[in-house]
């Protein structure tokens, strides 16, 4: 079965950017009709989703992070990364790696989750 593991620095400066890497084992993110995803939960408030990376690699972001993330993957470590930019505190939460068949994902009801990380943004 496919697990997901999200590792990266926990604690991230302010105008920083964040980066967290996915490990996949189990399955392979070029397998077809799969989404690899990332969602992030901030203290106190719901799921939000990031982005996406497919297949082929293309790649999918929210409108509201779109201008500040980067998703990418290298195939021969079965890995997929996000980038965030520019963070500020308000960038502080619970992030996670997901696979799903569906490009957008905020419920942990459907869908291969990782474990998730604290990602903490302060000076």
């Known amino acids: 079965q496919v697990q997901l593991q999200e590792s990266g620095p926990g604690l991230v400066k302010p105008s920083q950017t964040l980066s967290l890497t996915c490990t996949v084992s189990g399955g392979s993110i070029t397998t077809n009709a799969y989404y690899w995803i990332w969602i992030r939960q901030p203290p106190g408030k719901g799921l939000e989703w990031m982005g996406s990376?497919?297949?082929?690699?293309?790649?999918y972001y929210s409108p509201s992070l779109k201008s500040r993330t980067s998703i990418s993957r290298d195939t021969s470590k079965n890995q997929f990364t996000l980038q965030l930019s520019s963070v500020t505190p308000e960038d502080t939460a619970v992030y996670y790696c997901?696979?799903?068949?569906?490009?957008?994902?905020?419920?942990?009801?459907?869908?291969?989750w990782g474990q998730g990380t604290q990602v903490t943004v302060s000076s």
């Open positions: 990376i497919d297949s082929s690699g293309s790649t």
């Open positions: 997901a696979r799903d068949i569906r490009l957008v994902l905020a419920t942990k009801t459907i869908g291969s």
